[in-house]
T-cell receptor, first 115, second 115 residues
Framework: AQSVTQLDSQVPVFEEAPVELRCNYS??????LFWYVQYPNQGLQLLLK??????LVKGINGFEAEFNKSQTSFHLRKPSVHISDTAEYFCAVSLFGNTGNQFYFGTGTSLTVIP | GAVVSQHPSRVICKSGTSVKIECRSL??????MFWYRQFPKQSLMLMATSNEGSKATYEQGVEKDKFLINHASLTLSTLTVTSAHPEDSSFYIC???????????FGSGTQLSVL
């Protein structure tokens, strides 16, 4: 069975400090990995994705994530956060089998940037 | 606990027929629901945002007459793919914003195959 775990439901961090949002997944097959951000009252926006190739993926707004197959992790990082980064962040896993797509989301991490 | 129930999980239909997908919030009220579409090896694409009791807001490029969204109550939103064609074959997923705690929850998705 597949699942996605975001270990931290809430992460407060001071402005200009680095941040890491953790994501672990479990799957018996190869997966594609995504990080999405949700600003209040808006739909999801794609931050970055890993499909194949380099395990270090760079996304929008200065975010990056590293795919670690041995640890089944896909943690999201940013070296210096801004107030505008305050939002909800979702890790997601997608796999494409013979019967079609399957998509699994983590429960989300609420990032609060403190001035 | 609060979950989003999406049905059906998989549907196969003939070209020209209409298909309805339901998204229900269980144990919470959802003022806002989002509908997404995913093509293989791609991220989610936001199709529309629906608020209870009002017309849905569609993203650019999404045909309103093709993808009918109804959000008649705080616990139910439906997406109807009218006169489906093979190019409409895709994975559709809904998400609902918990009115009480503001958390975003996801349905398990619907794999639509149009023959």
């Amino acid at each position: 069975a597949q699942s996605v775990t975001q270990l931290d439901s809430q992460v407060p961090v001071f402005e200009e400090a680095p941040v890491e949002l953790r994501c672990n997944y479990s799957s018996s097959v190869s997966v594609y990995l995504f990080w999405y951000v949700q600003y209040p009252n808006q739909g999801l926006q794609l931050l970055l994705k890993y499909l194949s190739g380099s395990t270090l993926v760079k996304g929008i707004n200065g975010f990056e994530a590293e795919f670690n197959k041995s640890q089944t992790s896909f943690h999201l990082r940013k070296p210096s956060v801004h107030i505008s980064d305050t939002a909800e962040y979702f890790c997601a896993v997608s796999l494409f089998g013979n019967t079609g797509n399957q998509f699994y989301f983590g429960t989300g991490t609420s990032l609060t940037v403190i001035p | 606990g609060a979950v989003v129930s999406q049905h059906p999980s998989r549907v196969i239909c003939k070209s020209g027929t209409s298909v309805k997908i339901e998204c229900r919030s269980l144990d919470f009220q959802a003022t806002t629901m989002f509908w997404y579409r995913q093509f293989p090896k791609q991220s989610l694409m936001l199709m529309a945002t629906s608020n209870e009791g009002s017309k849905a807001t569609y993203e650019q490029g999404v045909e309103k007459d093709k993808f009918l969204i109804n959000h008649a109550s705080l616990t139910l939103s439906t997406l109807t793919v009218t006169s489906a064609h093979p190019e409409d074959s895709s994975f559709y997923i809904c998400s609902a914003q918990d009115r009480g705690v503001g958390k975003l929850l996801f349905g398990s998705g619907t794999q639509l195959s149009v023959l």
